[in-house]
Every structure is written in structure tokens, then in C-alpha cells.
């Protein structure tokens, strides 16, 4: 069996297994975990691509820009992670294979939903609803970097739930 690493970031799906799989709500997660949960799901997004051969029309690289992207790929890790926990039924794997067809199916309509594509992405574009302002998303641009722009969105990411945990402390104690 192949495996894939990329340079001082990939530390092998084997370690995310040494923990028990629990389902990951990203609207709650502090920001420490937020980071880890990044880096963790990143680590086997890109094992999952690599060891079935996925295209980017299931898993583009700029899938960490799309929510709806992120909310299936890591329900999926996490199903994943319980059917090969030691604590798994034997029979388990045969039913996230199950699944992972029909995740498959989800995620080539989400793809052709946001529009993100090998080359170039775009945000996720959003229906306005009358009486509601509509939002500037901004237009497509080029990927050049995928690692890099991983990087700094999950900074990104980070650095808002660091933001909202401090305003949080400061209410509490003030």
C-alpha cells in the first residue's frame, strides 16, 4: 500500500486514530482545537485523495474555502475514524465503504455547487432572499499554492476564534 507525505506536515493517518473519534462541531471549537482539527482533517483529506485516487471534481484543492465542503469531508473522517477504531465491529470498514460512495455523489454536487475547480476557485456563491442585503463574496482567483493558502486560512480561522474567545473572557470578568 502507498502511502503519501508531504515535507515536516503530514504525520500519517496511523496517529489520528490514537484518539477516540468523536463528531466535530466547527461552530464550537476553541481555538486550539479548531487548529488541530484543521491540520488533522487536512492530513487525511489529502491520504483520502492520494489512496483512491480522487479527483478534484470530489475533492478540489481549495476545499478548506468551502464550508459545505468541510462539513461533509469531516463527517466522513469522522465516520472513518470509528469503523477503524480498535473498538469498531470487523464489519465496520464495509459500511464507511458503503457510505463513501454516496459521500462521493455529495461531494461532486457540492463541487459543481461552489465551483472550485483544479486551477481556480471562487467563493461559494449565495442566494439572497428578498428583504436580505446581499454580500460581496469577491471573484475566482488562480491557485498557485494549495499548502500555502491551507496555512493561512486556518491562521485565519484561528486567530477569529482566539479574537472571540478574548471578548469572551473580557465580558465574563468585566
Given at each position: 500500500?502507498?502511502?503519501?507525505?508531504?515535507?515536516?506536515?503530514?504525520?500519517?493517518?496511523?496517529?489520528?486514530?490514537e484518539?477516540?473519534?468523536?463528531?466535530?462541531?466547527?461552530?464550537?471549537?476553541?481555538?486550539?482545537?479548531?487548529?488541530?482539527?484543521?491540520?488533522?482533517?487536512?492530513?487525511?483529506?489529502?491520504?483520502?485523495?492520494?489512496?483512491?485516487?480522487?479527483?478534484?471534481?470530489?475533492?478540489?484543492?481549495?476545499?478548506?474555502?468551502?464550508?459545505?465542503?468541510?462539513?461533509?469531508?469531516?463527517?466522513?473522517?469522522?465516520?472513518?475514524?470509528?469503523?477503524?477504531?480498535?473498538?469498531?465491529?470487523?464489519?465496520?470498514?464495509?459500511?464507511?465503504?458503503?457510505?463513501?460512495?454516496?459521500?462521493?455523489?455529495?461531494?461532486?454536487?457540492?463541487?459543481?455547487?461552489c465551483?472550485?475547480?483544479?486551477?481556480?476557485?471562487?467563493?461559494?456563491?449565495?442566494?439572497?432572499?428578498?428583504?436580505e442585503?446581499?454580500?460581496?463574496?469577491?471573484?475566482?482567483?488562480?491557485?498557485?499554492?494549495?499548502?500555502?493558502?491551507?496555512?493561512?486560512?486556518?491562521?485565519?480561522?484561528?486567530?477569529?476564534?482566539?479574537?472571540?474567545?478574548?471578548?469572551?473572557?473580557?465580558?465574563?470578568?468585566?
Amino acid at each position: 500500500m502507498g502511502t503519501y507525505e508531504e515535507p515536516n506536515d503530514y504525520r500519517g493517518v496511523a496517529d489520528l486514530l490514537e484518539r477516540p473519534p468523536e463528531s466535530i462541531n466547527w461552530n464550537l471549537l476553541g481555538s486550539e482545537d479548531a487548529d488541530r482539527e484543521w491540520h488533522d482533517l487536512d492530513a487525511w483529506v489529502t491520504w483520502l485523495k492520494v489512496t483512491y485516487g480522487l479527483p478534484p471534481s470530489i475533492v478540489p484543492p481549495y476545499w478548506h474555502r468551502h464550508d459545505e465542503l468541510v462539513w461533509e469531508l469531516s463527517a466522513l473522517h469522522t465516520h472513518w475514524l470509528s469503523c477503524y477504531h480498535e473498538s469498531a465491529s470487523p464489519s465496520a470498514p464495509i459500511a464507511w465503504m458503503r457510505d463513501f460512495a454516496d459521500a462521493r455523489h455529495r461531494l461532486r454536487d457540492w463541487v459543481a455547487t461552489c465551483g472550485t475547480r483544479l486551477d481556480r476557485d471562487r467563493p461559494t456563491r449565495q442566494t439572497v432572499w428578498p428583504g436580505e442585503k446581499g454580500v460581496e463574496l469577491g471573484g475566482e482567483v488562480s491557485i498557485a499554492d494549495r499548502r500555502q493558502d491551507f496555512e493561512e486560512a486556518v491562521r485565519a480561522d484561528v486567530l477569529r476564534r482566539k479574537t472571540a474567545e478574548a471578548m469572551a473572557n473580557r465580558a465574563l470578568l468585566g
